[in-house]
């Protein structure tokens, strides 16, 4: 289980990195245009932050160019790079080729069979779109568990992403995705609930403890 930040925006990653228990940080090209600064400055910024994991989305749609642009991501995270690929006849390919030197995360997923192909070609992980599913398809838990069943046993590992509510991200995860990643609104907002605000002020506005000037 890893919970990611879905963000290109390095603030907002420094805030994340600050939680402690955030694995990684996803990026996709729509996320990297509203960083404010270019990409290569957003890729070094997150390698400096040091978390497991930053997904970064390829845009070159031709192998050659891919695998340029794979080698100037790797180059700039140093450590950790999960490469995203468009699932595209040649982004399938590319992982076939290239999967066992570059980590690959499969994303737009909409279909299992689409997660049949990232298994087969060696992907270690697919990104699946829940709320983009459920609000274009019906339902992106469902779609979430058909993926699940598609690639149990294998070595492919499901990031469920477009998570808007703390319900979703927790739904989508027990719906088999093994990951999840969520703005940061979300994930500052996951570990938050009033009811755990009132029993706390309640404890230490009455409730004793080890004193702690003795
Ligand atoms: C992962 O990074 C996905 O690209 C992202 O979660 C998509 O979310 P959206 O449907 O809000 O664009």
Redesign the pocket.
């Known amino acids: 289980m890893a919970i990611f930040l879905?963000s290109a925006k390095l603030d907002e990653a420094r805030q994340a990195k600050n939680f402690g228990w955030v694995y990684g940080v996803?990026?996709?090209p729509?996320?990297m245009a509203k960083a404010g600064v270019e990409p290569e400055i957003v890729l070094k910024g997150l390698a400096e932050l040091q978390f497991h994991q930053v997904?970064y989305q390829l845009v070159s749609q031709d192998m050659d160019g891919m695998m340029i642009e794979a080698r100037k991501a790797a180059e700039l995270v140093k450590n950790g790079l999960i490469l995203k690929i468009a699932p595209t006849e040649n982004g399938f390919r590319f992982v076939a080729k290239h999967g066992k030197d570059f980590p690959c995360c499969i994303?737009a997923i909409f279909d299992p069979a689409q997660a049949l192909i990232a298994r087969e070609a060696g992907a270690k992980y697919i990104?699946v779109?829940v709320?983009?599913t459920t609000k274009q398809l019906g339902n992106g838990l469902a779609l979430v568990g058909e993926l699940a069943k598609v690639l149990a046993g294998s070595q492919t590992e499901i990031v469920a992403?477009?998570l808007k509510s703390r319900k979703e991200a927790v739904d989508a995860f027990l719906a088999g995705a093994q990951h999840i990643?969520v703005p940061c609104d979300l994930l500052a907002n996951l570990s938050i609930h009033p009811l755990s605000v009132q029993t706390v002020d309640q404890f230490n506005a009455e409730g004793i403890g080890i004193c702690m000037n003795s």
């Open positions: 879905d996803t990026t996709n729509s996320l997904y994303t990104a779109y709320n983009r992403a477009s990643t």
